[in-house]
T-cell receptor, first 116, second 110 residues
Framework: DVKVTQSSRYLVKRTGEKVFLECVQD?????MFWYRQDPGLGLRLIYF???????EKGDIPEGYSVSREKKERFSLILESASTNQTSMYLCASSLAGGGGYQETQYFGPGTRLLVL | DQQVKQNSPSLSVQEGRISILNCDYT??????FLWYKKYPAEGPTFLISISSIKDKNEDGRFTVFLNKSAKHLSLHIVPSQPGDSAVYFCAAISADKLIFGTGTRLQVFP
């Protein structure tokens, strides 16, 4: 079974703090993704990565950065957290194939972040 | 602008009956579609998918229909069970991106 784990289920941070969200997958997947889920907006792609040290902007990268130093780990960084970044953050991974996205994405349990 | 739309935010169905969840898209270049199911406090799980070269794909109680001319797909669940109560997201693949709809909350009551 594919397992995608996220370092925290719940986080409370203050405005201006630097926040690290960690994601680890154990299936040797090439592709990893960070989304945020907000009511009425569905899942929106923040960043994704096809390989170690590679990253691509998604639809809403502003205010975020990512790091992929190892294949199994993909970190999302909020350099200076703001209240509008309060959300559910979901990490996913998939095998590479065709255009990459054609492979099923497997999701972690999510991190609910509250920025005060 | 939302390229994948789920216009019904919620749906309530009696156990044993059919649930039909709808999804519309605007981009005719989309060539692969997926449905995900999400329980509260869990990540989405893949449910079923369909390629644009097909108009139907079936997996047990779940069937996805694709109408390319109408840019519409639907997920049918027959018979519906209380454990199917969740949020369902449709998603489209295009140019290496997975674009999600806003989700429909399905509630199956006894």
């Amino acid at each position: 079974d594919v397992k995608v784990t996220q370092s925290s289920r719940y986080l409370v941070k203050r405005t201006g703090e630097k926040v690290f969200l960690e994601c680890v997958q154990d299936m040797d997947h090439e592709n990893m993704f960070w989304y945020r889920q907000d009511p009425g907006l569905g899942l929106r792609l923040i960043y994704f990565s096809y390989d170690v040290k590679m990253k691509e902007k998604g639809d809403i990268p502003e205010g975020y950065s990512v790091s992929r130093e190892k294949k199994e780990r993909f970190s999302l960084i909020l350099e200076s957290a703001s209240t509008n970044q309060t959300s559910m953050y979901l990490c996913a991974s998939s095998l590479a194939g065709g255009g990459g996205y054609q492979e099923t994405q497997y999701f972690g349990p999510g991190t609910r972040l509250l920025v005060l | 602008d939302q390229q994948v739309k789920q216009n019904s935010p919620s749906l309530s169905v009696q156990e044993g009956r059919i649930s039909i969840l709808n999804c519309d898209y605007t981009n005719s270049m989309f060539d692969y579609f997926l449905w995900y199911k999400k329980y509260p406090a869990e990540g989405p799980t893949f449910l079923i998918s369909i390629s644009s070269i097909k108009d139907k794909n079936e997996d047990g109680r779940f069937t996805v229909f694709l109408n390319k001319s109408a840019k519409h797909l639907s997920l049918h669940i027959v018979p519906s069970q209380p454990g199917d109560s969740a949020v369902y997201f449709c998603a489209a693949i295009s140019a290496d991106k997975l674009i999600f709809g806003t989700g429909t909350r399905l509630q199956v009551f006894p």
